[in-house]
């Protein structure tokens, strides 16, 4: 099947569109893009810089994808913006390229980012992952599989979001959050994602691991390097996967870790 090009895009001719895709009207796509088979792009939406994208990708109305990075030390090098498969990128999404030659900004399989989402330079987002309207995200960012982070979220640069966690909307985030659990309010965590486990295939015994390791990380007055200590002395706990890729992201933040949340909120977040 080939390609549908709207008569009104602006196609620069070194261009590469792959079999079935289609271009919607007043779409730029500039001369260093490639864009696999069966996407669509629609109307008005702008691909530039070096920016590659694979197959059965939506990239939504007035979107724009690969643009210079918002980074004062940007020097007009050449960097890239990676996209893989089926990714849904709605409305006036923006993702911009690195900062340093050759970097990347990386987008993986599955992601959807809704309405008003920014991905700042150099970010990495990975596989299965939610953004919500108007989440925007610093430069080298990382987010991990399966994360959903709520509309109007803030995160700072070189943060990192773990696996499976979520982030309520409004969240304020300069600081890791650890894989599983729920950020709330500023640099806080509340408890675990318990509902998003059980949708993404943990049993009640994997649960029930994450539960006692999140209260001894955060309830039991140890620090960092003390509650690491106790998790791993407990030969029937570290040995299962979820907690080794627990500990292995607390114990290898940069950044720093939420802190537990000291308000209160009347929706239950632990089972």
């Known amino acids: 099947m080939s390609s549908s090009i709207h008569p009104r895009a602006l196609i620069h001719p070194s261009a590469q569109i792959g079999e079935g895709t289609t271009v919607g009207a007043d779409v730029i796509i500039d001369a260093n893009v490639s864009i696999g088979q069966n996407c669509e792009i629609r109307a008005r939406a702008i691909i530039t810089g070096h920016t590659r994208i694979g197959n059965h990708n939506q990239i939504g109305y007035g ?59 150099n970010a990495q987002v990975g596989n299965h992952v939610t953004l919500v309207n108007n989440v925007l995200l610093a430069g080298y960012v990382q987010v991990g599989d399966y994360a959903l982070i709520g509309g109007d979220a803030v ?20 600081v890791d959050v650890p894989p599983y659990c729920m950020a709330v309010d500023t640099n806080a965590v509340i408890g675990l994602n318990s509902v998003g486990l059980r949708r993404r295939g943990f049993d009640s015994p994997a649960r029930r691991r994450l539960k006692q390791v999140f209260r001894i990380f955060y309830r039991q007055h140890l620090n960092r390097l003390q509650a690491i200590e106790v998790i791993e002395q407990d030969p029937d706990l570290c040995q299962y996967p979820e907690v080794q890729l627990f500990l292995e992201f607390v114990k290898t933040t940069q950044r720093g870790l939420c802190h537990l949340y000291g308000g209160r909120f009347t929706s239950a977040v632990e089972d």
């Open 155 to 174: 995160l700072h640069q070189h943060i990192r979001i773990g696996q499976y966690a979520m982030i309520r909307g409004q969240t304020r985030l300069s």
């Open 63 to 121: 979107a724009i994808i690969g643009s210079e990075p918002q980074d004062v030390s940007f020097q007009g090098t050449k960097s890239w913006v990676e996209i893989g498969d089926r990714n849904i990128l709605r409305e006036y999404v923006t993702v911009n390229r690195g900062t340093k030659a050759d970097s990347v900004t990386r987008i993986g399989n599955d992601n959807f980012l809704l309405t008003g989402c920014h991905v700042g330079h």
